[in-house]
Nanobody, 125 residues
């Protein structure tokens, strides 16, 4: 049984930094594509960043390029999202997701087979 558990969300001031972590368990994730999505109130869930567990094919949505960094820690079996220069528009629930059925459609949340419960990030102005 695959489990994804996010942590690290909290209230932070604009311009600040935050690090999110997604603890993955239940199987070997070596060949999995892992992603972070976010969903703000009243908006659709959107792709933020993603990568294969082996470090290949790192992807970011345009609005976070240069500010966010996705990485994985093999020793801890986590996928992390370092968020710098945070803006109020980054406020959302952030979700970890894994294993899109069709990798070419990796930005579509409906493609993913596994999800975490989400962690709230609030950026105050």
């Amino acid at each position: 049984q695959v489990q994804l558990v996010e942590s690290g969300g909290r209230l932070v001031q604009a311009g600040g930094s935050l690090s999110l972590s997604c603890a993955a368990s239940g199987r070997t994730f070596t060949n999995y594509f892992m992603a972070w999505f976010r969903q703000a109130p009243g908006k659709e869930r959107e792709f933020v960043a993603g990568m294969f567990w082996n470090g290949n094919n790192i992807m970011y949505t345009d609005s976070v390029k240069g500010r966010f960094t996705i990485s994985r820690d093999n020793a801890k079996n986590t996928v992390n999202l370092q968020m710098n220069s945070l803006k109020p528009e980054d406020t959302a629930v952030y979700y970890c997701a894994a294993d899109p059925s069709r990798w070419a459609l990796y930005t579509r949340p409906t493609e993913y087979n596994y999800w975490g419960q989400g962690t709230q990030v609030t950026v105050s102005s």
